[in-house]
């Protein structure tokens, strides 16, 4: 079969259609790309129209939602019944995404100028403890974190305020320093509270790395404080960072046999959330008891799996017994946040070994596919403990 050349915008058409099927969960598909796509012609006449009488150029964007629409103005009317209306001062850019950044047609540009917040010494101890545990930040140099963090600027909000609101294009990225922050996404014209954000975290990442349209809306529920990264720094720092890492990992994340069940888009986005974890021959990755945190791929050496049983606890032949191994593309840690329960088992690096680390959230917001075939691997491990210890009760405390 010869090639065949993708028409161009294609792609993005496609995308923007995608991105309104899973805001607004048409019930009938076909009718409603007859919709979306009627209203992007009309878009196209009158801008075509409007050149007609305009000297200046049209800019380069991609639009996926007109604010004109008789429609949409309607759905906004009752999604701000919804929520509570926004109380931050801040100014959005809605409906619009502006051109898709490439990192990968951005050549390293050392002369453009770097964004400075001054901050009291304070300021940057609260900045360094709330972006020490963000993995998007993990595979930063130092150089580049220092940067990161001096461009960043704290946000101080109120109840009630809104931080983003669904649909609109991304401005910020975001990491919490304290405050209590509600998740609402719309689903059938209603805005629904689907998780929440509590003293820690990150959020808004997504519409700067795909350049689409905010997926939820984050709302303030007490005073708290953020800090946010401007797009332009984002894009310059975190994405050409993420790229670099997307060649590095494409292919071997490709090869772990449980992300076998994603698309390629999905496996893309758990690449960008990855962080990178060394450690030396014998140390302990996690403990058995403590929380649940994140989920680790082995990229690199082994990693022993090693388990105290409660059955024997106080007895003095209570000691650890290694019940697995796990190499190259093999993963563990994701028992406890499948369960919810404290760690089962410990591990232990074998000999100089590299994980990679996906942390709780991207790991339940990426991984849900996945999520089955985790769960039918909790029967081997009941098997597993069966046959050293008699019982399987380790799984069910």
């Not at 595979?139 to 600027?153: H, I, R, W, Y």
């Not at 805005?191 to 350049?211: R, T």
């Not at 089962?344 to 991207?362: F, H, M, N, R």
Request: charged share 30%; proline share 3%; aromatic share 8%.
């Amino acid at each position: 079969m010869s090639n065949v050349e993708i028409p161009a915008g294609l792609k993005e058409l496609l995308q923007g259609y995608t991105v309104e099927v899973l805001r607004r969960r048409p019930p009938n598909l076909v009718e409603f790309a007859v919709q979306h796509f009627t209203r992007i012609l009309e878009n196209q006449k009158n801008e075509q129209q409007a050149r007609k009488h305009n000297s200046n150029p049209a800019g380069k964007e991609v639009t996926f939602e007109t604010v004109s629409n008789q429609s949409n103005e309607n759905d906004e009317e009752e999604e701000m019944k919804e929520t509570p209306k926004s109380r931050t001062g801040r100014n959005r850019r809605v409906a619009v995404c502006a051109e898709a950044y490439d990192p990968d047609n951005d050549a390293d540009d050392n002369t453009e100028t770097q964004v400075v917040h001054p901050k009291t010494e304070e300021q940057r101890q609260r900045l360094q403890d709330a972006c020490k545990d963000i993995l998007l930040f993990k595979t930063l140099e130092k150089e580049q974190f220092s940067e990161v963090l001096d461009a960043m600027f704290e946000v101080v909000v109120k109840p009630q305020d809104h931080i983003i609101d669904q649909g609109d294009d991304g401005d910020n990225f975001y990491v919490i320093d304290k405050g209590v922050y509600d998740i609402f996404v719309a689903k059938d014209g209603v805005n629904v509270c689907v998780g929440k954000y509590n003293n820690k975290g990150s959020f808004g990442e997504l519409a700067l790395m795909y350049n689409t349209p905010r997926a939820a809306t984050i709302v303030a529920t007490e005073e708290g404080t953020l800090w946010g990264l401007d797009r332009a720094t984002f894009h310059r720092l975190i994405v050409k960072n993420n790229a670099k890492k997307r060649r590095m990992y494409e292919a071997f994340i490709e090869s772990v046999p449980l992300l076998n069940c994603l698309e390629l888009s999905e496996r893309m986005k758990i690449v960008d959330v990855l962080g990178v974890r060394t450690f030396n021959d014998g140390d302990r990755i996690i403990a058995q008891g403590d929380k649940a945190d994140c989920f680790y791929i082995v990229e690199s050496g082994e990693v022993k799996i090693m388990i105290k049983t409660k059955t024997k606890a106080g007895k003095r032949d209570n000691t650890e017994v290694e019940v697995a191994r796990c190499s190259r593309g093999q993963y563990f840690g994701e028992l406890a946040l499948v369960t919810n329960k404290p760690r089962a088992a410990s591990a232990y690096a074998v000999g100089e070994t590299k994980c990679l680390v996906i942390d709780i959230q991207a790991f339940e917001r990426l991984l849900g596919p996945c999520m089955d075939i985790m769960k039918r691997n909790i029967s081997q491990y009941e098997d597993q403990l069966v046959a050293l210890f008699g019982s399987s009760d380790d799984l069910k405390h």
